[in-house]
């Protein structure tokens, strides 16, 4: 006979809370940042496409990424990452102090964080943030697409991703 009442393991509906905080996570990382953008639309913008990079979506580029953020056409991505108003600087500070509450640790001497770019030559130009520009991975300006990742002292051989891409060339 079956048991009536559904029972859940522990182990499961503790990861479940964790996969809901996530979400409560980025949405406080979004609030954080949401001032460095002069304009509401990207400031609202900005968090729809965090959410797209972060989703499941195989193919990360304008259109797959507006789709996502339930959007008909992929320009008003596109804008953000190309031509919209916003302080990088602010923003990679923001990011940086808030990677340092979450992973380091005062106390730590010894606390490493390294962010490292990595640049992917691309045939086509569709993908966000691919441009010519100089890519070390061949050694010469091509049409790539660079992406982000943080090392951390406690899992050297594991990358996160932190950053898709970049949308703008330094």
């Known amino acids: ?3 009536q009442k559904h029972t859940t393991p522990t182990a499961i509906e503790m990861a479940r809370r964790q996969i809901g905080q996530w979400s409560l996570a980025l ?3 979004h609030a954080r940042i949401a001032p460095r953008f002069a304009r509401p639309e990207p400031r609202h ?3 729809r496409y965090l ?3 972060l989703s499941d979506v195989p193919r990360k580029n304008g ?3 507006a789709e996502q953020a339930r959007e008909d056409k992929p320009y008003g991505m596109q804008r953000l990452l190309s031509s919209a108003v916003w302080d990088e600087e602010g923003v990679r500070d923001d990011l940086r ?3 340092l509450e979450q992973l380091g640790t005062p106390d730590d001497p010894d606390a490493i964080l390294a962010i490292d770019e990595t640049s992917f030559p691309k045939r086509g130009n569709k993908s966000a943030g691919v441009q010519r520009q100089y890519c070390g991975t061949t050694k010469r300006v091509e049409n790539c697409q660079v992406g982000v ?3 951390d002292k406690w899992n050297r051989n594991m990358m996160m991703q932190i950053v898709g891409t970049i949308g703008r060339s330094s």
């Open 63 to 65: 259109w797959q990424l």
């Open 51 to 53: 959410q797209g990079v």
């Open 45 to 47: 913008r900005v968090l």
């Open 149 to 151: 990742f943080l090392y």
């Open 27 to 29: 949405i406080r990382l």
């Open 97 to 99: 102090a808030y990677v």
């Open 1 to 3: 006979m079956k048991h």
